[in-house]
């Protein structure tokens, strides 16, 4: 079976190994931080190991071949020398504080302590997901953990640094660990212990540098940024990335990414595959088992990653890359050809684009347009919010570069996920991760509280908009009533800038919804009247559907856009669009596979956009069946009430249209 989610047999997610060999993640992140073993630990593994590693792949210890499977993100082979993404050190500037400032600190640290206890919590629950030993090792130090950040003398002493030192929580907690750890190995030096003790103490010394490292990095949310030291040529291996960090990837600097966590179609493995770079996630023990400077084969499409491969495995991946690029050529030859059934269907195969770095892939896959752009790039990686007139550029820039073909562009979809710092920094939206963020203020609801945020860049898009065809795309629509309030402030954008003079195309872009939850799918009769037209979010329609979280690897073989309860919600809103002749597309991760083209044509999708490196692949799908054949086709899956059956139908339907 091929298909777009893991198979079941993915790898699980599994606590990040006790090692500093860091994630990207950062602790201001929903996803947890890794629990680093304390002793003996260097901070400098960034660089891959220039010693001991033979062309061709054996190290003069010749360690073994090792293959370890993950999640299949995206596509390709690479080799190349392993590079372990590092924490930065963490310093934070020392400041002073007024006596007034006293309770506002405490607060600050009580909720980093809050958080961090979160994040050790959450760690602790994945650990049966471990090996015993390692299991054996980490739960412990999950345990001393949690019990220096409850009423112990540690924090007892940062609270307290606060309000005599009158200092902010980060340097209380900073000054803090470190006068407790060079107090605990001095006291064991001093007593002239023996030496099974004094490695204890500087165990317990360890410990409070790491409980300290975590409360600050969750009272500064200090970003990610070691990805400049990057050699040109390696694989990328973390524990975690997060979607920000992947804006800072230089794709033609990478031979490929690899990381312990990490779900299918999280936001991480979308901007992945964005990048064209070959990407493997959930990789269990990856960081553990591949110190830097291991040689490394990524086989983004089986979701392998094979280290120390062996001459004969070598040899083999070295075929798989020629063949890849071959395949890439012959995808190529398809770019002037239209995207037509047999029986003379036209379909309209736009482009995803999460990165401006995307604009010459697109162009390259000869996508029809921008299907979907998702602007959050726009706000990551910053430390102020862009103004009208910055957002207004780039927009304009990204139109003209479509060169008269449509654009549709989202407005902003925040989520927990999608770590923004500018807007925790303008107060935009609370310093700490909601509980639930996939079930909190995101998308829409944000916007529609932060009516200014919205209202930026709504006068942004309107204006760029004389540049070139613009849709508007409302994110996380569940009630009719939000359509309407969005209405409303497009209106009054619209009118104000009038009242300013600007020039406006005319008429203006249509105001239309994502269909991505199963609310606006079950309502979508009602929101056809209203919205100018549908792009159904098959990745979090599926995620809220069957109460799966997209980016989790220890969930992600529940995770299955086949659902029948996924298509028939896709189905309904389809159909109440086509009924209302509003314009419907699919812009999740199912509109990229080939296998899924038939069944959505079959169900009445004349419009897809997909990461641009599948636009070559779904238009040769496109291009080998009838939509008719394909409309009886979904009638028969459509009957269907077990997924694995109708996946089946696919590969099938697939293999006869081959
Ligand atoms: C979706 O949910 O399917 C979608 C396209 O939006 P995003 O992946 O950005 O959440
Ligand atoms: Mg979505």
């Known amino acids: 079976m091929n298909r777009t989610k893991p198979p079941p047999a993915a790898a699980p997610a599994k606590p990040p190994p006790a090692k500093p060999v860091s994630g990207a993640g950062r602790s201001g992140a929903p996803k947890p931080q890794g629990v680093s073993k304390p002793q003996g630990v260097s901070k400098s593994q960034g660089t891959p190991r220039s010693q001991g590693t033979k062309p061709g792949g054996a190290t003069s210890a010749s360690p073994a071949e090792r293959r370890l499977s993950g999640i299949a993100i995206s596509e390709g082979v690479a080799i190349g020398a392993v590079f372990g993404a590092v924490e930065p050190e963490i310093e934070p500037p020392r400041r002073r504080i007024q006596a007034a400032d006293i309770e506002a600190e405490r607060s600050r640290l009580d909720a980093a302590i809050t958080q961090s206890k979160k994040q050790l919590v959450k760690l602790r629950a994945r650990l049966d997901m471990l090996p015993e030993e390692s299991q054996a090792e980490i739960a412990p130090l999950i345990d001393a953990y949690l019990q220096m950040l409850g009423p112990s003398r540690l924090t007892r002493t940062m609270r307290q640094r606060i309000e005599e030192g009158l200092v902010a929580a ?317 209405r409303e402030v497009f209106e009054r954008v619209v009118r104000r800038l009038r009242r300013r003079g600007e020039r406006l195309p005319e008429p203006l872009p249509p105001l239309g919804i994502m269909i991505e939850t199963p609310a606006a799918a079950l309502s979508a009769d009602a929101l056809a009247l209203e919205a100018d037209f549908f792009a159904i979010g098959s990745n979090d329609l599926t995620m809220y559907t069957l109460a799966v979280d997209r980016g989790e690897a220890i969930v992600a073989s529940l995770y299955d856009p086949l659902h029948p309860a996924v298509l028939r919600l896709m189905q309904f809103a389809i159909e109440a669009a086509l009924l209302l002749r509003k314009p419907v597309s699919v812009c999740g991760e199912l509109a990229a596979n080939p296998k899924f083209t038939p069944l959505l044509l079959g169900l009445g999708l004349r419009s897809f956009s997909m990461n641009s490196s599948a636009v070559p692949r779904v238009k040769q799908a496109v291009r080998g069946v009838s939509a008719e054949a394909c409309a009886r086709f979904a009638r028969r899956v459509m009957e269907q009430n077990d997924s694995s059956l109708i996946d089946e139908l696919l590969s099938e339907f697939a293999e006869a249209n081959e």
Request: charged share 25%.
């Open 170 to 486: 980060e340097t209380a907690v900073h000054d803090t660990g470190d006068a407790m750890a060079a107090a605990i190995t001095a006291m064991a030096d001093e007593d002239g212990k023996g030496g099974e003790q004094r490695a204890s103490a500087r165990r317990h010394a360890d410990e409070v540098r790491e409980i300290s490292r975590r409360l600050i990095r969750n009272l500064t949310r200090q970003p990610f940024r070691s990805f400049t030291a990057l050699p040109a040529g390696a694989v990328l291996v973390c524990e975690y990335l997060r979607p920000a960090d992947v804006a800072l990837l230089d794709p033609a600097r990478l031979a490929a990414v690899a990381a312990d966590e990490g779900g299918a179609d999280g936001h991480t493995a979308i901007m992945l595959r964005a990048l064209g770079v070959p990407a493997v996630l959930g990789v269990a023990d990856l960081t553990a088992a591949a110190p830097p400077g291991t040689l490394a084969v990524v086989d983004g499409g089986k979701g392998e990653v094979i280290l120390n491969p062996t001459p004969a495995t070598l040899a083999e991946a070295r075929r798989a890359v020629t063949g890849f690029a071959r395949q890439r050529q012959q995808w190529a030859r398809l770019k002037r050809l239209p995207a037509i059934t047999t029986d003379n269907q036209a379909v309209e195969l736009q482009a995803n684009l999460e990165l401006p770095a995307e604009l010459p892939l697109i162009a390259q896959a000869g996508a029809a347009g921008i299907g979907l752009l998702r602007s959050e790039f726009l706000f990551m990686n910053r430390e102020r919010m862009p103004n009208e007139d910055q957002q207004a550029e780039i927009y304009r820039g990204i139109i003209e570069a479509m060169g008269g073909d449509p654009v549709t562009i989202r407005v902003l979809d925040w989520s927990g996920e999608k770590e923004i710092d500018a807007l925790v920094a303008e107060g935009l939206v609370p310093d700490l991760p909601p509980v639930n963020p996939a079930l909190s203020v995101r998308g829409l609801r944000l916007l529609l509280r932060q009516p200014e945020l919205f209202e930026t860049q709504l006068a942004a898009i309107l204006r760029a908009a004389n540049a070139g065809p613009v849709r508007v795309l409302l994110p996380m629509v569940t009630t009719i009533g939000e359509l309407r309030r969005a």
